[in-house]
């Protein structure tokens, strides 16, 4: 009897204890409930997305005269992604007939202005545009093409997105990711009972958790709150908090969301988030271009953007897509017809993802960026950034590398395919970098030779001892200098005695010779007698920023640059005697629009206009008749270019720097790990330098004679002065100081001082008795 | 052989003002000589100087693109607007790189916006580029003088002056 008691109160404890476990739970899910909710509703409300800074190439400049063909023209709008359409109803479309072209132009930003979408007619002839019409008809003077998206620059591990506002997005989008990814989604609060027991049953037969059964909204939750572990405890929460979200925000508002939030594609370090970036990820193109084919590709690759990647998977890409088409159809969001004929089409994505296009280029701009910007304001603040990339010459630069490379490795029968180079070309006049190559794997954003190759000059350091020559008013292009043995007792006893690259002793030589074929032993002669104190000096005055160690050798190249730095340098000699910094990037907009930097064009006089003129004659001695004297079979024969080589220590290095009148280049070849290439400047480096000169149309080298110069009469081989009846193919004219005075040639008969009128006359006359 | 010695004499004639060639120039510099940095057909080349000992050998102009840049550039600097007004002549000297107007403009542009450093150094570079044309190199020489006034540099301004006023009187 006495322990009926003891079970009541033992039962009433069990009631007691149950009911206070009750109200400890309902009490702990409410905090729990109030916790989510507050939080959930407090993050996203007050969400912004990080936005990396988006990079832009220069724009295409269309005039009437511009130096571009119709295939350029194509080809630019090929890169933009305008597609050929046989009536221009939407911007981004163009349609061509013969010399004719109309484009249907998206709206663009630049950095100076909005241009609203419009229409535009080109008629472009074989070598150049030749007229340039708005819809009405009338001629348009200048007009820019829109500048290509590049990439951009986002955090180490970190999302990359370009946000959309409902405006950008085309209707079908969501009604394709309703249909396919969560049917009840006007109606649902947040989660669908049917779907998530329809999938657990799923997931039950399968024992194993697979995707499917969440909302729309869920999967919001899933990617901007949580990470992607899949356990039950997290499907509950993960519940709530759609749930939560769906008691604050408006449908629009979460759809909007999820379109710009959700994952969509990886390439390398960069995640591709939201729809608006996968449309330029995959199609190159805004996402309001995209047609129903590309739409729905975009649409499958929500359920697995690695499984069903349509530029490794392509099969699985386009039978996901066909299933998401057939779902739309089935649903009515499109017509069947519509369906079937999207279905027939291809994939369609480019070959290469945008934004890996140029990883040399970036990594410039980003460290220029890095001087003026913390990594934060570049990764997240949505800032647009316009460089000096022209698509077309780094392709071309690019192709011609590895082409090149390639050719040289068969000449010499490489066994490995690691010859590697690094191409630098920009616009000497503005100091814009319109390409750089930092390898040969294109694409690949590993080593930037360009950058950080920092090797010995070699001979591309020479014109600056002798434009430090020059500068004495000791010597002129035409002095004679003698290449003789040489023989410097360094300061630790030992002696230093260079040779020629051939061997060989010239003798009394023009010092345009010396240059041209690239004397050692003349080099050194007129180096050590105006000093290399002074040309270490000249070397930092033309923008060489590391000091380089005043020893003799300096003055065959014993000093280390990238070749950017080599560009740099030669930027003050393609520019008159004016530094110029180059530029990558030219203006930072906000993500507003706002100017928020620029940087403009600046000129520092660094030399005399003069003497810099003798040493780009020179210069074109050494393409017309010296070491550089292959370009000349590569590049048109009316195409005046000046250049050097440069070749190191047992062919390490292979250079070759110089400019015409509207590009300069340096290019370097050579191996990683330092070993002897088996090419000199000449043979490597060269070869590519006029063939990417060559291909890009390059204008002549026209630099006016300066007037305080005279223009003589040489003889190339002995510096002798000219006169009438010797002139033969040995002789060269040049500029030198007025007050010259030269040997003459005997034996001529002295003609009329070279006087402009008469060499007019002789030019003449030997054209008409052609 | 009198057609010949026609053409030849015709030839002396436009070539005793000045020299049209720098003989290391390919043959087909001659035509751009004259229009030297207009983009082919871009705009109908100047009028040839008439053969007068006292003609210009030369006469800048500026393309119809980068005289519409031009235009457009004035109108941004008339609105305070420098930023934007050196980017749009930025654009034109992309187009004409070696047209020594283009150049001047930029220094106008660098010098309302109160940086005369730059618009000397750009008047220097108009001024080796405008070899042959008194017009052009008085224009960059005014563009030196005035830069130089706004330096504080009154004496150098005032030579300079001199040199535009001997070539082309204000």
């Known amino acids: ?770 | 052989m009198t057609l010949r010695i026609a053409i030849l004499l015709m030839v002396v004639l436009v070539a005793a003002c000045r020299s049209l060639l720098s003989p290391e120039r390919p043959p087909s510099a001659p035509a751009e000589a004259t229009t030297p940095a207009a983009p082919p057909s871009a705009a109908p080349p100047a009028a040839a100087p008439p053969p007068t000992p006292t003609a210009p050998a030369r006469q800048y102009r500026l393309g119809s693109a980068a005289s519409a840049l031009v235009v457009q550039a004035h109108a941004r600097t008339a609105a305070g607007d420098y930023p934007a007004a050196t980017a749009t002549l930025e654009r034109a000297l992309r187009i004409e790189p070696e047209n020594p107007l283009v150049w001047i403009e930029l220094g106008r542009v660098q010098l309302a916006a109160g940086n005369a450093a730059q618009g000397d150094s750009m008047g220097h570079k108009a001024l080796g580029l405008a070899t042959g044309d008194p017009n052009a190199q008085s224009a960059a020489w005014r563009l030196i003088a005035d830069s130089l006034i706004a330096r504080g540099r009154n004496q150098e301004a005032s030579s300079a002056s001199a040199h535009a006023d001997a070539l082309i009187p204000h």
């Open chain 1, 1 to 770: 009897m006495a322990r009926r008691p003891r079970k009541i109160r033992r039962r009433r404890l069990l009631w007691g204890s149950a009911l206070g476990l009750l109200i400890l739970f309902i009490t702990g899910s409410a905090i729990y409930i109030y916790y989510v909710d507050r939080s959930v509703t407090l993050q996203f409300q007050g969400r912004r997305w990080t936005l990396p800074a988006q990079v832009y190439a220069a724009p295409l400049e269309l005039y009437v005269g511009a130096p571009l063909s119709m295939t350029d023209l194509l080809a630019e709008l090929a890169r933009l992604q305008y597609r050929p359409a046989a009536k221009l109803d939407r911007p981004g479309s163009y349609h061509r007939e013969d010399e004719r072209i109309d484009i249907a132009l998206r709206a663009a930003r630049f950095a100076d202005e909005m241009r609203p979408a419009q229409m535009l007619t080109v008629v472009a002839g074989a070598r150049s545009i030749e007229a340039l019409r708005d819809a009405s008809g009338h001629d348009i003077p200048v007009l820019r093409l829109d500048p290509l998206l590049i990439g951009s620059i986002f955090p180490t591990h970190g999302e990359d997105r370009i946000v959309v506002t409902p405006a950008d997005v085309p209707a079908l989008l969501p009604a394709a990711l309703k249909a396919v990814e969560d049917r009840k989604f006007d109606s649902h609060h947040g989660v669908d009972p049917e779907a998530v027991i329809r999938a657990l049953w799923v997931d039950l037969r399968s024992h194993q958790i697979a995707q499917g059964g969440s909302t729309l909204t869920q999967q919001l939750v899933k990617s901007y709150f949580l990470d992607s572990r899949q356990t039950m405890g997290r499907k509950l929460h993960e519940a709530l908090m759609a749930m939560a979200l769906e008691a604050h925000f408006s449908k629009s508002d979460l759809m909007n969301a999820y379109i710009n939030e959700i994952y969509l594609g990886q390439d390398g370090d960069r995640a591709v988030h939201g729809f608006g970036l996968a449309s330029q990820f995959y199609f190159g193109k805004p996402l309001g271009e995209l047609d129903l084919a590309e739409l729905s590709l975009l649409v499958a690759l929500v359920r697995g953007p690695s499984y069903y990647d349509p530029r490794h998977h392509p099969e699985r890409a386009l039978a996901r897509r066909d299933l998401v088409l057939k779902l739309m159809a089935d649903l009515k969001v499109v017509s069947p017809e519509d369906a079937a004929s999207a279905a027939r089409r291809p994939l369609g994505v480019t070959t290469r993802a945008a934004g890996a296009y140029y990883p040399s280029y970036l990594d410039f701009v980003r460290r220029t960026l890095r001087r003026d910007y913390p990594d934060t304001d570049l990764t997240q603040e949505g800032l647009k950034i316009f460089t000096s990339l022209e698509p077309r010459a780094q392709d071309e630069a690019e192709q011609t590398l590895d082409r090149e490379l390639a050719r040289l490795e068969r000449s010499r029968a490489a066994t490995t395919a690691s010859l590697d180079g690094a191409v630098v070309l920009t616009a000497p006049a503005s100091g814009d970098v319109i390409a750089i190559v930092g390898g040969r794997r294109i694409g690949y954003s590993g080593f930037n030779r360009a950058l950080d190759a920092a090797r010995p000059m070699g001979s591309v350091v020479k014109p600056f001892v002798y434009l430090t020559a020059l500068e004495t008013h000791r010597y002129t292009p035409a002095s004679i200098v003698q290449d003789a043995p040489v023989d410097i007792r360094m300061s630790n006893g030992t002696h230093w005695r260079p040779l020629n690259f051939t061997r060989q002793i010239y003798g009394p030589v023009p010092l345009v010779r010396a240059l041209a074929e690239s004397m050692n032993l003349a080099t050194v002669a007129v180096g050590m007698d105006v000093g290399v104190t002074h040309v270490a000096q000249t070397l930092q005055r033309f923008g060489l920023e590391r000091a380089p160690a005043q020893v003799p050798s300096l003055l065959l190249g014993a000093v280390n640059a990238t070749p950017l730095e080599v560009a740099q340098l030669y930027t003050g000699l393609a520019n008159g005697g004016y530094r110029m910094p180059l530029r990558a990037v030219r203006s930072v907009l906000s993500a507003s629009g706002a100017p928020l930097k620029a940087f403009p064009l600046q000129l520092t006089p660094i030399a005399d206009p003069e003497v810099v003129f003798e040493v780009d004659e020179m210069l074109q001695q050494v393409i017309e008749r010296g070491t550089g004297r292959a370009a000349r079979s590569v590049l048109p024969r009316d195409v005046v270019v000046v250049g050097k080589s440069g070749t190191t220590q047992d062919l390490r290095d292979s250079w070759f720097a110089g400019f015409s009148g509207s590009h300069l280049a340096v290019v370097w070849v050579g191996y990683d790990d330092n070993r002897p290439t088996g090419f000199t400047g000449a043979a490597a480096a060269l070869a590519i330098w006029s063939r990417v000169l060559a291909d890009l149309g390059t204008s002549s080298w026209s630099a006016a004679m300066p007037e305080s110069l005279n223009e003589v009469s040489i003889d190339y081989f002995t510096g002798l002065q000219i006169e009438g009846t010797c002139a033969n193919s040995d002789t060269i004219r040049i500029g030198v100081p007025p007050s010259t005075q030269l040997a003459k040639k005997p034996g001529c008969i002295a003609a009329a001082a070279p006087s402009a009128a008469g060499r007019l006359v002789e030019r003449l006359r030997a054209i008409i008795h052609q």
